[in-house]
């Protein structure tokens, strides 16, 4: 912590933004298989605050194993193996070492994701091995959820795109006043909705805090990816977590491919 001061008089005691946190919902057999969910807790609940959301990254299903990657590696000299050992750990880490992406790709993954629209429009850059369908407020009237944070942070002196790793003295001030100006926006929607006007006008006063849903499908290189580029320090931090959540799903259902393509894939 530091102790700011003005003219000589301590203004205030700065603290730093929290770590992510999550909470894993586990599937009732409690193995990590469909239904897994991280949920991120840096925005607060429905509980916390009425008309408030969590985000979260759940694992609707998946296509492979580990030996997906080494069977599709090995084709090219007839070859398939059944049990998945040290050799075949060796190969993977070979394949990633040398950038040879394709037997990455053979896995596939498939999430329901739920986010703010202001990270979506991030998200949504990466295209490459994914598919993707979003609810769409053209036909969905219900009362959207807010996305509200916990912590707002301060402007960072030195960068033009960021925040700092700070959080704002005026914290609590400024949560309620978002909350109250996200809460009039959803007030001004639904009475657009009630006076007739057409959901996909009516939505143009929602503000940019509100939920979103999709169902996503993507490679393994393709999570990879994601990871690599947006774990990155300098991302915004609502993306980081996303981006580790999706890497804790691929970690425990492929653990020895993941940490071979997180020790060679290059960022760029």
């Not at 001061?5 to 730093?16: I, T, V």
């Not at 169902?215 to 300098?234: D, N, W």
């Amino acid at each position: 912590m530091v102790i700011l001061y003005s003219k000589g008089k301590p203004m205030s005691e700065e603290k730093e933004v929290s770590k992510p946190q999550f909470r894993i919902h586990n599937p009732k057999d409690g193995s990590w298989t469909k239904g897994r969910k991280i949920e991120i807790l840096s925005s607060f609940s429905e509980e916390e605050r009425p008309g408030c959301a969590t985000s979260y990254v759940e694992l609707i299903d998946y296509l492979g194993t580990e030996l997906t990657v080494v069977n599709a590696a090995r084709v090219s000299f007839g070859k398939e193996k059944y049990e998945f050992d040290k050799n075949d750990a060796r190969l993977v880490a070979f394949l990633a070492r040398n950038h040879h992406w394709t037997p990455f790709s053979q896995i596939q993954l498939q999430f329901r994701i739920h986010m703010p629209i202001f990270v979506a429009r991030q998200y949504f850059k990466h295209q490459i091995g994914l598919t993707r369908n979003e609810i769409s407020r053209r036909y969905v009237t219900s009362t959207p959820s807010i996305w509200l944070p916990k912590e707002y942070r301060q402007s960072a002196e030195n960068v033009k795109q960021g925040s700092s790793n700070l959080i704002h003295p005026d914290n609590t001030l400024l949560i309620d006043m978002a909350y109250q100006a996200a809460k009039d926006q959803i007030m001004h929607y639904e009475a657009l909705i009630q006076a007739g006007v057409c959901a996909e006008q009516a939505r143009t006063v929602l503000p940019m805090s509100v939920m979103t849903e999709f169902i996503e499908t993507g490679s393994l290189a393709a999570y990879m990816r994601i990871c690599e580029l947006r774990e990155e320090k300098t991302a915004q931090k609502e993306i980081q977590e996303f981006a580790i959540a999706i890497g804790m799903h691929c970690k425990a259902l492929f653990p020895h491919v993941w940490e071979a393509l997180k020790k060679e894939i290059p960022a760029t």
